[in-house]
């Protein structure tokens, strides 16, 4: 049975797991992307975590390798393609993943937390866009997907520099998906809603200092669908972006949300 990703190749930014946590949205990417018929370099700023989920990948009969990754520095994106390029040989699909929530109302938070979000956030997916995508225009082909927010699309009190950079993000997307459409590069972008995630649910648990049961139950009812989604439902749909199936879909951010935005402005 072949899959939707046969002979492709991947580079999985942030494919890594925060230790004991729930798996998380780049791991379940790169067990997607493998379970279809990609090779993966599974790239995070934790070697450790990286390899983790190469080993699974491995275990389930597929191909991937880590790498040690700070997407906040150039160099180091330059070397996720050089890396790629030594394991892969070239690359078909990019996934970026990375991202932190910097909570702070607007009075009260430090421009270093701003700062920092943005340079997690936004620039670095864009310096790894920039490795990779003179490579891709050379071939004439390419798939990147940029994992987002929902909150890209609302807006933010105690939130503001996430909702700012993931909106952000979603300019990014489309100014890239225009600008390398005629080199046959397609650039789109997943925006996941409330999902059980280690930084949706425990990241918040953690600022405000309450169980995550209750975080959990208290994101599950704002949802429309009842129920938090979880990194396979992201994990899907970043599969379709980065397959044939979505050949003439570029520049789009597609919502996985449960229909929660569908609803958010009249809260």
């Not at 002979?7 to 992307?33: C, D, E």
């Not at 990609?38 to 070697?47: N, Q, S, T, Y």
């Not at 975590?49 to 330059?78: F, P």
Request: glycine share 12%; hydrophobic share 45%.
């Amino acid at each position: 049975m072949s899959g939707r990703l046969d002979t492709k190749t991947a580079v999985v930014v942030g494919g890594g797991q925060t230790p004991g946590a729930t798996t998380g949205n780049g791991r379940a990417v790169a067990l997607t992307f493998a379970r279809e018929g990609a090779r993966i370099l599974v790239v995070d700023r934790d070697l450790a975590s990286a390899e983790e989920t190469a080993e699974l990948v491995r275990k389930e009969g597929g191909t991937a390798t880590a790498h040690r990754a700070d997407i906040t520095v150039e160099d180091d994106c330059a070397g996720i393609l050089d890396a790629a390029l030594t394991e892969l040989g070239h690359v078909d699909i990019l996934h970026n993943n990375v991202g932190i929530v910097p909570f702070g109302r607007t009075e009260d938070l430090p421009v270093e937390r701003w700062r920092h979000g943005f340079e997690v956030n936004l620039t670095g997916m864009w310096l790894t866009c920039k490795a990779v995508l003179p490579h891709m225009r050379e071939r004439g082909s390419g798939a990147i997907v940029n994992i987002s927010s929902m909150a890209g699309l609302l807006a933010g009190g105690e939130t503001i520099a996430y909702t700012t950079s993931k909106a952000a993000v979603h300019a990014m997307t489309r100014s890239l998906a225009l600008e390398y459409a005629p080199h046959g590069v397609r650039v789109n972008c997943v925006a996941p809603g409330m999902m059980d995630t280690p930084m949706g649910v425990d990241a918040t648990a953690r600022a405000g200092g309450v169980e995550r049961a209750e975080v959990a139950a208290r994101r599950a009812a704002m949802v429309p669908m009842g129920h938090q989604g979880t990194s396979w439902d992201v994990a899907n749909a970043a599969l379709f972006l980065a397959s044939a199936e979505s050949e003439f879909v570029t520049g789009t951010v597609l919502a996985v949300d449960g229909g929660f935005t569908l609803r958010a402005g009249v809260q």
